[in-house]
């Protein structure tokens, strides 16, 4: 396993006791700060403290959608950054949002770790007089990240009401975490004769977080697809299975112009891909 450095979550204008959780560090070795940033409403007696929200409270957290809804695909070196929009309603508006993406059994247990916001505020757009979505960004950087993390993921969001009331909800929604997958495809020889066989060869790979490279993903179901030189449509010729290195060979009659390509459907750990087409002359 690579040496982590700690990853500290960002703090808001102003530290709330009640979400603040104190440092914490996985039981894999990574450190972290597991707490939520939120800014105060100003107040002509200046900022006002937050308090605790009860259970009688019209404060409610609706809705948080990370990366649009879709799974968080992360490759080896680049970091991902993504957008979380908390949707909440209070009865006197939404003055601000936290939020934080983490696995884990708890926040401040040993086997959790995870990524907060960038921002010390968010960007609150008003759909009324009570309701606002409010975004904020959280970027995951796979320096940080062991394989076994692509999995679901935890989404904390915490919400911030003008009249000073809070809500925090350590586990509101989830997102998945994916390592990004490539394809390669190599139909020959080129160019070849009509009724001849085709070799086409490829490889399925993904990223490989602890190592910083792509890994062959082994024993996986691949389509071989053709595609005809004046069509716009692929169609499955057969499926074969990835070799223990993610290696992919298979072999095709040649009868007309046209592109090959391997099609992978995808994994809960790993997105679908598709390889570019190889076009073979078919003489």
Known sequence: MRIRATVAAVSGALALSALAVPAATADDGRSWTPDFG???PEQSTGRMAARSV???????????VVNG?????????????VTVAITATDDSGIADAGTILWIGSALESEDSFGFAQNEESAKCKAAGATTSTCTLTVTVDPAWLLNSDSK????GAA???NDG???????FARTNLQRLSKLTVNAAPEPVKKGKTLTITGKLSRANWETGTYKGYATQSVKLQFRKKNSSTYTTVKTIK???TGALKTTAKASVDGYWR???????????VKAAGDFVDVK
């Open 38 to 40: 939120l800014s105060a």
């Open 152 to 155: 679901t993921w935890k989404v």
């Open 165 to 171: 009331q809070v809500v925090q909800k350590d586990a």
């Open 54 to 64: 009860t259970s009688g409270s019209d404060l409610k957290i609706t809705k948080a």
């Open 159 to 161: 919400v911030l009401s």
């Open 262 to 272: 391997y099609a992978f459907a995808g994994t809960s750990t790993t997105p679908a």
């Open 242 to 244: 990835s070799s223990s």
């Open 69 to 81: 809804g879709k799974a968080i695909v992360v490759g080896t070196t680049a970091p991902k950054k």
